[in-house]
C-alpha cells in the first residue's frame, strides 16, 4: 500500500512539471472539443494516470505537462476520457514524434455554444472563446495535426436535431480557419449505441449527420460506438469503452493520413 501511495504521489509530482518540449516540427497537436464524451466521465485506474514519454497536454493553466486523466476540467465530474490513448496509439506509430493535446471540451454543450461570444451557464464558460485563448497558447510550440469532436447528445431534440448537420459543417470550417489549416483532418465520434438505450428520432438525425459527413466534407472522418458499453448511467461510456474510442479515433486518424 505505501508504495502504491509513493508511485502515485510521485506521478503526480511529475505531472505538474511543465514539460520540456521537442522542436515545433516534432510537436503535433490534436484539439480536444465537444461535450462531456469527449471530456471524459469514466472511472479514473492506475493506468490512466500513467503518462506516456511522449504524449503531453495542456493544463487547465496553459502549461504543456505530461499527459494523464482527468485532463479535461469542464466539471467537477471528469474523468478517463478517450484523448490519452488517442495520443499513445499515434505516438507508438511515430516514433519520432510527441503529441500535444489541447483539452477544450465542455460538458452538455450544445453546438450553439461553440461559436464566438456565447456563454454557456452550467459551467460558467464560452466554449469558443475559451477554445480561441487554448489554440493561441498552444500554436507557438507545435503543429496542429487533428480535430477531434464528440458531441450531439444536447441537440437531440426536436426543435434542434433538423439543424445540425449545417451547423457541424460551419463549425469544421471555423476550428480549420482557428487552427490555420484549411484541410487538417477532422474526425467526429457516434453518440452512445448501447443496446439498452432506444434511440429517438431526434438522435437518428444527429447520427446522421455525423456518419454523412465524410461525403460532405473534405478530409473528415466518423468513428463507430458500436459494441461499446455505457457507465450505467446510459448516457457516458464506461473507462474501457473510452480507450476503445481513442483507439478507434487514432486507427482512423492514421489511415487518413496514409501512416
Not at 465530474?77 to 514524434?97: C, D, I, N, R
Not at 477544450?104 to 460558467?124: E, L, N
Request: charged share 20%.
Amino acid at each position: 500500500m505505501r508504495s502504491l501511495f509513493t508511485f502515485l504521489c510521485l506521478v503526480s509530482f511529475l505531472t505538474a512539471q511543465e514539460a520540456k518540449l521537442p522542436p515545433k516540427e516534432q510537436f503535433h497537436l490534436f484539439l480536444l472539443v465537444g461535450q462531456s464524451n469527449m471530456a471524459g466521465r469514466g472511472g479514473v485506474e492506475g493506468q490512466d494516470k500513467t503518462p506516456h514519454p511522449r504524449v503531453l497536454m495542456l493544463s487547465k493553466d496553459g502549461q504543456w505537462v505530461p499527459a494523464v486523466d482527468p485532463m479535461h476540467f469542464d466539471k467537477p465530474s471528469v474523468g478517463v476520457g478517450l484523448g490519452k490513448t488517442f495520443a499513445q496509439v499515434v505516438a507508438e506509430a511515430k516514433p519520432g514524434v510527441t503529441i500535444g493535446l489541447i483539452p477544450c471540451a465542455v460538458g452538455g454543450s450544445p453546438i450553439d455554444s461553440w461559436q464566438p461570444g456565447v456563454f454557456y451557464p452550467p459551467t460558467k464558460s464560452y466554449p469558443w472563446d475559451d477554445t480561441v485563448k487554448r489554440v493561441a497558447l498552444s500554436l507557438p510550440a507545435g503543429t496542429i495535426k487533428g480535430i477531434l469532436w464528440h458531441q450531439g447528445e444536447s441537440d437531440c431534440k426536436p426543435e434542434l436535431a433538423s439543424a445540425y448537420a449545417p451547423k457541424l459543417h460551419d463549425l469544421v470550417k471555423r476550428l480549420r480557419e482557428l487552427v490555420k489549416a484549411p484541410e487538417v483532418p477532422f474526425i467526429a465520434g457516434q453518440m452512445g449505441k448501447f443496446d439498452d438505450v432506444p434511440w429517438s428520432p431526434e438522435i437518428v438525425t444527429v447520427d446522421k449527420a455525423h456518419q454523412e459527413l465524410p461525403k460532405q466534407v473534405s478530409n473528415t472522418a466518423f468513428v463507430t460506438a458500436e459494441g461499446l458499453k455505457h457507465k450505467g448511467d446510459k448516457i457516458h461510456f464506461d473507462a474501457a469503452s473510452y480507450r476503445e474510442l481513442g483507439k478507434r479515433y487514432a486507427e482512423t486518424f492514421l489511415k487518413m493520413t496514409g501512416k
